[in-house]
Structures are given as structure tokens and as C-alpha cells.
């Protein structure tokens, strides 16, 4: 029997593409040990300095939280951005020479924002492994690698006023509506990132626009008829290589309906083909830019 082909992104593709640092992550490291307490003026101890959290945690956490720009490289190795100087990079620093650890152990965790925040994040990535640095002599090399899968400006600084750090990956776990999925390294390095995800936002927006009467239609196809009589309003709240989540609201309940493509997109460039096979526009999308928004 022949594979089927998935309708939604597996787990594995879901890791990939928030690992590729669309939506900033967030690291998690042990935390700064609390200041000894000093004096006040009158000699007496100054217990709120000494009690007082260290920036980046809340009190009786048991590490500090960092924002960080997080990539991969063509390989799905796991990088993180960091600027020169800042809280995150003195943190790294002062943990890489302490002894207690071989890496400074660390723990990425990166929420999927969904278009417009219409809807609950559809998946939540989180890695546990161990911060190393990269030799000055291989920053630029590195960078470039970063480059080809995202080219982001802010690698044209790495060497000047920023530095690029490798996560060497422990275990990799994804959260979606399927539940919590441990997933195996050669399984996180073989799933490709979803080519709309980065502009997700833009193909909401001119769907919107653009496509507005083909997607009320569709949507009033695919319900029963009496369903149908009742729809109140229509919303796209997901796009995804294999089709779009329309949120729908049918009298006073909402219900969200799958738009699968006719085959998985490849490339952003393809979407708008996409969009005509599944709106059944006579175009078939040949017509690319009369459909840009």
C-alpha cells in the first residue's frame, strides 16, 4: 500500500520549522548564584539586595531566561545569535569557564505565534543540550552556513558586534494537538522547515484581500446546508505546506475547517498555484502576479 500523504506537518517538520528562528526563542540557563549581602549605611545587612533576583529569573526560580535569535545551519545543527555585550553573552561567558560543566547546559524553548494571534499556538519546541562557543576563526564560516538557510541581516555583524554559539542538541521534544513527541536526531535533521511559515502572515493578508469571495464560497461548500445558512464569519488562522485552517463561526459556536492543497508546496513561489487548485481558479495559477496582494 502506497504512503499516505500527511494533511498537516508531521512533529519533526514542527520542530524544523521553529527551529529555524522565525519567532524568537527563549533560553533557558542555570541561574546567577545571589549576591552576597553588603552593608547599608548603618551597618546593617542589606537583605533586599541579597534576596533580590538576578535579571532574566523570578525568585526561588531555578535558571535565568534569555531572549534569543536562534538558527540552523544546512545540516539542522541548532545556532544562537548573540550580541556582543549583552546580558545573554556575559551570562555565557561566565558559565563556559565555570568547572562544574563540559558545555554550558541549556535549554531552548521556542512558542509558535499563529497569524494575527487569532488562534492557540499550534506547537511549542523545546531542546535540552549544552552551549559551546565557535572559534573567532570560524564565526564568519559558520554564519554563512546560517545564511543559506535564513539570510538574516544581523549575521552580516557576526566577528564585529556579534558571535555565533552552537546548541549541541541532548533531546529534542515538540508539543502539538497530538500530545508531546521525543523525536530522534536523525528524524529532527531530516524534516525540512515549512516554506510558508515565514511568511504566514503576508498569505493571511492577501488571501484576505484577494481571495476573500473564493474562500467564503469554499467554506459555504463544505459545510451542510443548514450549517452553512447559519455561517456568521470566516477567518483564516493557519497556513502550512499542505493547506489552511479556517476558523469559522456558525451561529453562536465557531468550528475549524481543513483547506488541503491539492499536493504539498515546495516553495513559497508556489503558493498562489496552490491557492487556485484549491479555489478551482481557471488561471491554475499562471497568471502569478495578477494574484499578488
Do not use: K
Request: glycine share 10%; net charge negative; proline share 9%.
Amino acid at each position: 500500500m502506497p504512503p499516505t500523504t500527511p494533511t498537516r506537518p508531521t512533529p519533526a517538520q514542527w520542530a524544523r520549522t521553529l527551529a529555524v528562528g522565525t519567532v524568537t526563542g527563549t533560553l533557558h540557563l542555570p541561574r546567577a548564584p545571589r549576591q552576597p549581602a553588603h552593608r547599608c549605611g548603618h551597618g546593617e545587612p542589606d537583605v533586599l539586595a541579597a534576596t533580590a533576583p538576578a535579571r532574566g529569573r523570578s525568585a526561588g526560580s531555578r535558571t535565568e531566561t534569555h531572549p534569543v535569535q536562534h538558527l540552523t545551519d544546512a545540516w539542522g545543527g541548532l545556532l544562537l545569535l548573540v550580541d556582543d555585550g549583552s546580558p545573554l553573552h556575559r551570562r555565557l561567558l561566565e558559565l563556559e569557564t565555570d568547572g562544574r560543566w563540559n558545555g554550558v547546559p541549556a535549554v531552548l524553548d521556542v512558542l509558535d505565534v499563529p497569524p494575527g494571534q487569532a488562534a492557540l499556538p499550534r506547537a511549542r519546541l523545546c531542546v535540552t543540550g549544552w552551549v559551546e562557543s565557535i572559534l573567532p576563526a570560524d564565526q564568519r564560516r559558520v554564519a554563512q552556513t546560517a545564511a543559506a538557510v535564513r539570510p538574516l541581516g544581523a549575521l552580516l555583524d557576526v566577528g564585529a558586534t556579534r558571535s555565533v554559539w552552537r546548541l549541541e542538541v541532548g533531546d529534542v521534544r515538540v508539543t502539538t494537538a497530538g500530545g508531546v513527541h521525543l523525536l530522534e536526531d536523525d528524524e529532527f535533521t531530516a524534516a525540512a522547515p515549512d516554506p510558508l511559515y515565514d511568511d504566514e502572515d503576508g498569505i493571511v493578508v492577501h488571501l484576505e484581500t484577494r481571495h476573500r469571495d473564493a474562500l467564503v464560497g469554499w467554506v459555504l461548500d463544505a459545510l451542510p446546508p443548514e450549517r452553512a445558512r447559519e455561517t456568521r464569519e470566516v477567518a483564516v488562522v493557519g497556513v502550512d505546506r499542505y493547506g489552511l485552517d479556517v476558523l469559522v463561526t456558525i451561529g453562536s459556536g465557531t468550528t475549524t475547517l481543513r483547506a488541503a492543497f491539492p499536493e504539498p508546496v515546495q516553495h513559497e513561489h508556489d503558493v498562489v498555484r496552490a491557492l487556485c487548485g484549491l479555489f478551482g481558479c481557471p488561471c491554475g495559477g499562471a497568471g502569478r502576479t495578477e494574484h499578488r496582494a
